[in-house]
Each structure stands twice: as C-alpha cells, then as structure tokens.
Nanobody
Framework: QVRVMESGGGLVQVGGSLRLSCTASGTMFSTGWHRQAPGKQRELVAGISTGGKANYVDAVKDRFTISRSNAKNTVYLQMNSLKSEDTGVYYC??????????WGQGTQVTVSS
C-alpha cells in the first residue's frame, strides 16, 4: 500500500496558475488527478501511465499539464489559465504494485472572479 499526500492548492484569481504536487510513500504505477466541487461528483482531470503517457479531460486540455518524477515518487499538475469552473478539491490517485487504489486527502483549489 502507498500513502499519498497532495500539496500546492490555494486561492488564485481567474487566469492565474497553480502547481499541485502529489508525493507517495513508495513507487507509483499509473496515477492521476481527480477533482470534486461541493455537491458534485468527483471527476477525472488528468492521468499519466507508468510510461509517461498523459490523458486529459477536454475541459482542461491545453491548460493543464500532468507530469511525473519516478525518482521522487511524485506526480505534478501544472494548472494555467485557471477558470472559476476549476474550483474544487483536487485528489491524487496512485496505484501501487498490487493494483490497489491509493487516494490522497485532497487539496483545495479556489479560483476567484
């Protein structure tokens, strides 16, 4: 089992940028980011495979970039041109070698008008 911790959330104005980090206690296999607005269901934002192949939902494509450092057991989400619709709690999900889902506690991202 891998423990996961997110950081980097905060308050930013529309059009600004944030960089989220997710650090795991051990080796991550496929991993990615999800987000959830209050009263809404959690949704996939971006994922990245062990080989570095990235996928994004259309709503964030060309604005967000997911990357990973296997040496640091860390995955990043660079968020640019932020919109109010991006507000929510962002969760890191990492799969360990057994295929178990390991979720972080979430980090709040608030984009103000």
């Amino acid at each position: 089992q891998v423990r996961v911790m997110e950081s980097g959330g905060g308050l930013v104005q529309v059009g600004g940028s944030l960089r989220l980090s997710c650090t795991a206690s051990g080796t991550m296999f496929s991993t990615g980011w999800h987000r959830q607005a209050p009263g809404k269901q959690r949704e996939l934002v971006a994922g990245i495979s062990t080989g570095g192949k990235a996928n994004y939902v259309d709503a964030v494509k060309d604005r967000f970039t997911i990357s990973r450092s296997n040496a640091k057991n860390t995955v990043y989400l660079q968020m640019n041109s932020l919109k109010s619709e991006d507000t929510g709690v962002y969760y890191c999900l990492a799969y360990d070698r057994a295929g178990t889902e390991n979720w972080g506690q979430g980090t709040q991202v608030t984009v103000s008008s």
